[in-house]
């Protein structure tokens, strides 16, 4: 087992990373009726379309929950704080916090992302920023 | 509207003991355990003509067949989601005995869930598009995928893990009287609950946990007028759905507005109280499906046994063991009994009905068996 499972992409999200690769925080965005979609699904859910555009995110958000993953993935590897991220585009998305002890973390605070690799998998990844409660 | 009210009914049930290293194949347990249904039935194998699993059933059913010996069958399905669809499989069955499709349906769900492939082990399931979105993250257990929805309902009514542990209690209480349960006579204190060691700390012990177990179950669905004839007293489907939403996992749903609220509970709750007409206060006792204790409580607002936020005054004034106002897996639950998978909570459910649970809920009429995304509503024909 690896220290990160690495995403197996598919044609239905490999947008995403490649935009991760590129330090850029994409979601699909329809391109009948301009809704964003996250997870990504092949159809909008809304108008029926197939043809979609890819939208850069702000990166920019809050906690809306998370825990303290213990060990993950392999049983000597530090923890990392999981969080479901609400951003302010209003799509959720899961991912990590970094830069804060799990003793501070907050729901309702205020977060942006940046970009980081872990065992040779690069992932967007959460920071606190000053701003406060959402 | 959900299924047709008494399109059929339970009319045998079967299982083998429930362990942690059964030492004998998946297909054995199911065989073994169908067989025990068919006979309590009161039927033989060649009367069965459906068969009914879950997706992630590892018993084929052709193999199924030529072990048991059943001849002839022309209705199978198997449905999806997991422990989520454990209530689904009755509502499979039962709409196949309403269409004609089958006359007598056998479900069945064997495994060797702890000597054999654990689910609760990091990263299982990669490659499902959905674990795409949470493993690389860490995100990589069913504990810690729940924990990230349980946290916001912590937060939002304000329960701590001693909370979850009140419930824990009464399941291991349950379970200490119940000789099929792997902790029969074991129960546990609240110090006990708060002593064992943290899965997903503040929000998961071990002793919220459900365990994992080896062992198989099988029930016999026939039209309710057949039933009525057969060797056992007939246990009528009064109701079943399922409750699939938009943008939810199996269970949980990080994409719903409220992650305080468990959705999918709320519109099988929502199909069952309008295709019964009945209301919570009918029910007598209640199996609810428990991969962890927390589930528990999001499933008793949901089907408005209580108010949101209030499972943990509605637990800790003692309605949910024997004796309250709504008894709750009476068997020991999956923390308790064992981790079949929610099957053998319907097990419990007809054992009610039937009046010969070892803890039986006095002249129980109604039991509700909630398993999150599917539901049965069970009674006495």
């Known amino acids: 087992m690896p220290?990160?499972?690495?995403p197996v992409i598919s044609r239905d999200d490999e947008y995403f990373w490649k935009g991760v690769a590129e330090d850029r925080l994409l979601a699909r965005c329809c391109a009948g009726c301009g809704r964003l979609q996250h997870p990504p699904t092949p159809m909008c859910p809304k108008c029926g379309s197939v043809a979609w555009d890819v939208r850069e995110l702000a990166g920019a958000g809050f906690v809306y929950s998370w825990i303290v993953s213990q060990h993950p993935t392999q049983s000597e590897d530090a923890p990392r704080v999981v969080a479901l991220i609400e951003l302010d585009e209003g799509l959720r998305l899961v991912s990590n916090l970094a830069g804060i002890e799990p003793a501070d973390v907050r729901n309702g605070m205020r977060v942006g992302v940046e970009f980081g690799e872990i065992d040779g998998v690069k992932l967007p990844q959460f920071r606190p920023v000053t701003g406060g409660l959402s | 509207?959900?299924?047709?009210?008494?399109?059929?009914?339970?009319?045998?049930?079967?299982q083998t003991e429930?362990?942690?290293?059964?030492?004998?194949?998946?297909?054995?347990?199911?065989?073994?355990?169908?067989?025990?249904?068919?006979?309590?039935?009161?039927?033989?194998?060649?009367?069965?003509?459906?068969?009914?699993?879950?997706?992630?059933?590892?018993?084929?059913?052709?193999a199924l067949m030529h072990s048991v010996g059943m001849e002839e069958v022309r209705w199978t399905s198997r449905t999806p989601f997991g422990g989520g669809g454990s209530s689904a499989l009755v509502e499979h069955a039962a709409a196949a005995v309403a269409a004609g499709a089958a006359d007598v349906?056998?479900?069945?769900?064997?495994?060797?869930?702890?000597?054999?492939?654990?689910?609760?082990?990091?990263?299982?399931?990669?490659?499902?598009?959905?674990?795409?979105?949470?493993?690389?993250?860490?995100?990589?257990?069913?504990?810690?995928?729940?924990?990230?929805?349980?946290?916001?309902?912590?937060?939002?009514?304000?329960?701590?893990?001693?909370?979850?542990?009140?419930?824990?209690?009464?399941?291991?209480?349950?379970?200490?009287?119940?000789?099929?349960?792997?902790?029969?006579?074991?129960?546990?204190?609240?110090?006990?609950?708060?002593?064992?060691?943290?899965?997903?700390?503040?929000?998961?012990?071990?002793?919220?946990?459900?365990?994992?177990?080896?062992?198989?179950?099988?029930?016999?669905?026939?039209?309710?007028?057949?039933?009525?004839?057969?060797?056992?007293?007939?246990?009528?489907?009064?109701?079943?759905?399922?409750?699939?939403?938009?943008?939810?996992?199996?269970?949980?749903?990080?994409?719903?507005?409220?992650?305080?609220?468990?959705?999918?509970?709320?519109?099988?709750?929502?199909?069952?109280?309008?295709?019964?007409?009945?209301?919570?206060?009918?029910?007598?006792?209640?199996?609810?499906?428990?991969?962890?204790?927390?589930?528990?409580?999001?499933?008793?607002?949901?089907?408005?046994?209580?108010?949101?936020?209030?499972?943990?005054?509605?637990?800790?004034?003692?309605?949910?063991?024997?004796?309250?106002?709504?008894?709750?897996?009476?068997?020991?639950?999956?923390?308790?009994?064992?981790y079949i998978h929610g099957v053998n909570n319907i097990l419990e459910g007809v054992r009610q009905i039937r009046g010969t649970s070892a803890n039986q809920v006095p002249d129980a009429k109604h039991v509700l068996c909630s398993a999150g995304p599917s539901a049965v509503l069970l009674g006495n024909g």
């Open chain 2, 105 to 338: 349906v056998v479900i069945y769900r064997a495994f060797n869930e702890r000597s054999g492939n654990r689910f609760g082990q990091p990263g299982q399931g990669q490659g499902m598009p959905n674990l795409n979105w949470y493993l690389p993250y860490g995100l990589d257990t069913p504990a810690k995928m729940y924990s990230l929805w349980f946290q916001r309902y912590m937060d939002t009514f304000g329960l701590t893990n001693e909370d979850f542990g009140r419930y824990t209690v009464i399941a291991r209480k349950h379970a200490a009287s119940n000789p099929n349960a792997w902790f029969y006579q074991r129960p546990i204190t609240l110090e006990d609950h708060q002593n064992s060691r943290w899965i997903v700390e503040p929000i998961l012990r071990l002793l919220d946990c459900c365990q994992e177990s080896d062992g198989g179950v099988a029930l016999v669905v026939t039209s309710a007028e057949r039933a009525r004839d057969l060797r056992q007293p007939a246990v009528t489907i009064v109701g079943a759905t399922q409750g699939n939403v938009i943008n939810g996992d199996t269970i949980f749903n990080y994409y719903h507005p409220d992650n305080a609220r468990f959705p999918q509970a709320e519109y099988a709750a929502r199909q069952i109280w309008e295709s019964t007409g009945l209301k919570p206060a009918d029910i007598d006792a209640a199996m609810i499906y428990e991969n962890f204790s927390p589930v528990v409580f999001y499933q008793l607002e949901a089907y408005g046994f209580c108010g949101l936020g209030e499972a943990k005054d509605f637990i800790a004034d003692g309605h949910i063991g024997l004796g309250g106002t709504l008894p709750v897996n009476t068997h020991g639950g999956l923390l308790g009994e064992a």
């Open chain 2, 18 to 62: 429930f362990s942690k290293n059964s030492g004998r194949s998946e297909l054995q347990l199911a065989a073994e355990a169908v067989r025990a249904a068919i006979n309590d039935a009161g039927l033989e194998p060649a009367d069965v003509d459906g068969l009914v699993t879950m997706t992630v059933d590892p018993n084929d059913e052709l």
């Open chain 1, 3 to 6: 220290r990160v499972i690495a």
């Open chain 2, 1 to 14: 509207m959900a299924l047709r009210k008494e399109a059929a009914a339970i009319a045998g049930i079967g």
